[in-house]
């Protein structure tokens, strides 16, 4: 099994900018799909985006395309999500995944490896 460590939550105003990380131990990075996913106060946990193992096929929530970029540094063992032009909306506490699946997917049942989450606060 894989360990997860989100990272770099925080407050940001509305257009700004932050940079998550997820580190990963235990095992190497490269033998999982990788996905962000989000939780708002009252709501559902709900998929943002999601990186093959190499990193050459991504996909995107329609909420956050062309705003967010999930990359991959299999050397380093980390994962990230660049969010650009943030929102109010995108207030949320911020989730890693990772399935040991072949394919990228949306699917959260499929994801069997999380971290702890780091919350993310977009002020108008």
């Known amino acids: 099994q894989v360990q997860l460590v989100e990272s770099g939550g925080g407050l940001v105003q509305a257009g700004g900018s932050l940079r998550l990380s997820c580190a990963a131990s235990g095992r190497t990075l490269s033998r999982y799909v990788m996905g962000w996913f989000r939780q708002a106060p009252g709501k559902e946990r709900d998929f943002v985006a999601a990186?093959?193992?190499?990193?050459?096929?991504?996909n995107y929530a329609d909420s956050v395309e062309g705003r967010f970029t999930i990359s991959r540094d299999n050397a380093k063992n980390t994962v990230y999500l660049q969010m650009n032009s943030v929102k109010p909306e995108d207030t949320a506490v911020y989730y890693c995944a990772a399935t040991s699946g072949m394919v990228v997917t949306t699917i959260r049942i499929r994801y069997d490896n999380w971290g702890q989450g780091t919350q993310v606060t977009v002020s108008s």
């Open positions: 990186i093959s193992r190499t990193g050459g096929s991504r």
